[in-house]
């Protein structure tokens, strides 16, 4: 089992910026990726970033530029950065951490972004 921990939501008003961490504990393997995922009230759950244990990263067209995904294997913890905050960021975000071991989410922190 591998338990994860988000934390760094809240309220911000638009072009603000927050970070978002997400820490690790329990069975993981070296080799995982995580990940942050968000659902707006009334959409489906959508990606938002994910990078592996090496490093590599991926963003949603929606953020990039904008987000920064990054983590730090020796704490078992990522972040993301959230930079030029709009209103149609406001979401729950969830973390994701996938590994040979399983897919587990986090609970969810909630950002609200107003105009």
């Known amino acids: 089992q591998v338990q994860l921990v988000e934390s760094g939501g809240g309220a911000v008003q638009a072009g603000g910026a927050l970070r978002l961490s997400c820490a690790a504990s329990?069975?993981?393997?070296?080799?995982?990726?995580m990940g942050w995922y968000r659902q707006g009230s009334g959409k489906q759950r959508e990606l938002v970033a994910t990078?592996?244990?090496?490093?590599?990263?991926k963003y949603a067209d929606s953020v990039k530029g904008r987000f920064t995904i990054s983590r730090d294997n020796a704490k078992n913890t990522m972040y993301l950065q959230m930079n030029s905050l709009r209103p149609e960021d406001s979401a729950v975000y969830y973390c994701?951490?996938?590994?040979?071991?399983?897919?587990?989410w986090g609970q969810g922190t909630q950002v609200t972004v107003s105009s």
């Open positions: 329990g069975r993981i393997y070296s080799m995982n990726t």
């Open positions: 994701q951490h996938a590994s040979a071991f399983g897919l587990y």
């Open positions: 990078i592996t244990s090496g490093g590599t990263t």
